[in-house]
């Protein structure tokens, strides 16, 4: 539910989380869906629930690894075009001071601020250099210090949680030897974590609950009833052929 704007009390922001958010999503809906379109695609295609169960752990771990070694370096390389720029930018304000105070206060007339206060603020800022490479820092490159992401948490975080996204589809097929009820089971299972992602995110993002859980689950289940079918088409061609 959406917060209440005519609400006194005062509500804390999200917190050191909130960077992270965006690879515990990603993460544990991505080991859901892509684990569930897996065992899906090849319990259509006909195999029996021992492969499948092989097929879905060589998925889970590979997802697991794909995941983090993705999210580590992509994480280090952001980070590393933002160390470079804020190098750059504080020989730009040792070299350049004038030009750097004009697009300061450019970025902050963007932002609303206005005459008289305007000029005041910027030669506030351009008194104190860590203040002036800090905005611009900010501003230009949007790089604070406090959302900036470690690669090793991100690359936990994706890595572990898309192997707990995966268990759900793969756990049923250890229990049943029939690949109807295996995939059943999994539907349900999975469908139940595609509702619970969904409606957990709004507790950081203040949406519907039911709405968010019950849209990533109906995108979840249709991917998987395609990936079914998908697999059903392929055995159907090599059996015809």
């Not at 869906?33 to 090849?42: A, E, K, N, P, R």
């Not at 900036?148 to 759900?168: D, K, Q």
């Not at 619970?196 to 609950?209: E, H």
């Not at 859980?213 to 055995?235: C, H, P, Q, R, T």
Request: aromatic content about 8%.
């Amino acid at each position: 539910m959406d917060p209440d704007p005519t609400s006194n009390v005062y509500e804390p922001h999200i917190g050191d989380s909130r960077q992270y958010m965006r690879d515990i999503i990603l993460g544990v809906n991505d080991g859901l869906i892509s684990t569930f379109l897996l065992v899906s695609g090849v319990v259509g295609g006909g195999m029996d629930a021992t492969d499948v169960l092989l097929i879905g752990l060589a998925g889970a771990l590979a997802g697991m690894i794909s995941m983090s070694i993705g999210e580590y370096l992509a994480t280090k390389a952001q980070g590393e075009v933002f160390d470079a720029e804020i190098a750059l930018e504080k020989i730009h304000l040792r070299d350049h001071r004038e030009d750097e105070k004009d697009q300061l206060k450019e970025m902050l007339a963007n932002m609303g601020l206005e005459e008289p206060g305007l000029d005041t603020v910027v030669n506030i800022i351009n008194d104190n250099d860590e203040a002036m490479l800090n905005m611009h820092a900010a501003l230009e490159f949007g790089v604070v210090d406090s959302e900036r992401r470690s690669p090793f948490a991100a690359a936990f975080a994706s890595g572990t949680l898309f192997l707990a996204g995966a268990a759900p589809s793969i756990i049923p097929f250890a229990v049943f030897d029939d690949t109807t009820t295996s995939l059943l089971a999994a539907a349900v299972l999975v469908g139940i974590g595609l509702f619970f992602v969904g409606a957990i995110k709004t507790l950081q993002t203040k949406k519907r609950w039911s709405t968010s859980g019950l849209e990533n689950l109906a995108l979840g289940l249709a991917a998987g009833v395609l990936s079914f079918y998908v697999g059903k088409g392929f055995d159907w061609l090599i059996t015809s052929f």
